[in-house]
């Protein structure tokens, strides 16, 4: 069924911030966070703050509310069941909660394996396993297609291999990577699979049964909320997990025993507002049917967007003299997100970057905490890329300003 286009005019009204002058191209730092949530924050802080889990109504009805926005996120990711939604205030710690609930289980000779193209998130509360004795492998990036290979991950694998973490989509090559297909042939050897979907959740809706995984992590900062962050993993191995809160919250109580005090409440209540909004959108599109399809009718216009958006810079860059894009040079169905970066011979990426910031676009520079991506591709000598990171409520003006800008700054 074809779907109308994005009314650009009523999604951008959704973000106050995107009435201010500023081109915001950084959104793979941090996107633009929506009225609807912002809202939601404050209402429940002034009407709703109150402990859960009393007997009196308004504890009740607090306690119904930031359930609900479980229930929402359950959805969003397409959980089987909510209470394998454990919230937290970032990608980061929720990755270092994961990997300390796993460590009792973990003897000396098990194996892990984590990219060389992560966000070091997803790599170092993994790495750091090596100091009870577990070994750490790498997969590393192929530096010629700048691509992780199954090729390459297939002799890391082994009886012995107990967990693979990887991302879904590089936060500066904008690949898409095939986590399904490393889903079976981790799950073929007996061991289990984290996703990091930071750089991918703002762009493709998220299907945890779909990827494969046994755990996958984004934070809401990076789609259209505040900075609280989720993990899904699967029911039987939360359950199997020790508690890491208080001696009498059992290790029956997900997900409770991994949120240490408690859960954000106002954030959590908050975040269920970009539910309701990629909701909304799926609906004005034409979408009819249950929350996923008319979620997923949103995320598939905001692909056909942000792929036009994407495919006008990468068109310009291509032709630039000097230009090395870092990742797919073009837009393939599906294969890349619109995160895009580069190097230009000759010159720092903080010079370029610091060209555009006088035409009050918002891109940045750097490794983006991929250090090991950006020294595997051998960028150290430029001071990393420069990220350009275009989510859907960008417009084809706002590219055409940037391209003059980047003209401007000698690109
Ligand atoms: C791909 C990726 N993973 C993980 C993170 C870390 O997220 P957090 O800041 O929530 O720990 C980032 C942040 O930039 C990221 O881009």
Redesign the pocket.
Known sequence: MAFATLDLARIRAEFPALASDTVFLDN???SQVLARVADRIHHYLLHDNVQLGASYRASQEAGERVLGARRAVAALVNAVHDDEIVMG???????GTLVEALRPGLRPGDEVVVTES?????IGAWERLAQVGVVVRVWPVDVASMGLRLADLEPLLGPRTRWVAM?Q???ILGTVNPVAEVARRVHAVGARLCV?????APHRLVDVQASGADAV???F??VFGP?H?VLWARRDLLLSLPSLNHFFIGQDVIPYKLQRGNVNYELSYGCAGIVDYLRDVGTALGATGGDRSRMQAAFDAFARHEDTLAEQVLRWLRERPGVRIIGLPSVTAGERVPTISFVLEGRPSEAIVRGVDAHGIGIRFGD???RRLIEALGLQAYGGVVRISIAHYNTAEEMDRLLVALDAAGV
């Open positions: 793979a730092g941090g205030p970032s990608t980061t710690a929720l990755i992560d966000h070091e998130a997803n991302t989509a590089s936060n990091d979907a930071v750089a991918y992590v984004f934070s900062y990076k900075h962050a983006f905490y991929a």
